[in-house]
């Protein structure tokens, strides 16, 4: 059974900081993309991140390219995502998803193998 449990959300202030965690099992987490995504309340989920199976390729959506850093430990079957400088509309619900290419995680057509279920970050002013 597949499981993608993320964690680390919470309440911060404008400018802090957050790391999130995602947690995989049941696949072979080295083979596959990763992403993070979010969603506003009343608004469609959003790309945020992705990561490919190695590590080596990265994208950012361009509201928190510079801002965010999403990264991987095949070793743990973990993907993080720091983000810093947060800012109000950062506030949103955070899922991760596995893809078995980069493409899949990327491409907004494309059905994402898995998802979690989410974590809550919240930021005040």
């Known amino acids: 059974q597949v499981q993608l449990v993320e964690s680390g959300g919470g309440l911060v202030q404008v400018g802090g900081s957050l790391r999130l965690s995602c947690a995989v099992s049941?696949?072979?987490?080295?083979?596959?993309?990763m992403g993070w995504f979010r969603q506003a309340p009343g608004k469609a989920r959003e790309f945020v991140a992705a990561l490919r199976h190695d590590g080596l390729v990265k994208s950012y959506s361009a509201s928190v390219k510079g801002r965010f850093t999403i990264s991987r430990d095949n070793a743990k079957n973990v993907v993080y995502l720091q983000m810093t400088s947060l800012k109000p509309e950062d506030t949103a619900v955070y899922y991760c998803a596995a893809g078995a290419t980069f493409a899949t995680i990327v491409e907004d057509s494309r059905v994402k193998d898995y998802w979690g279920q989410g974590t809550q970050v919240t930021v005040s002013s």
């Open positions: 049941g696949l072979p987490f080295s083979t596959y993309a």
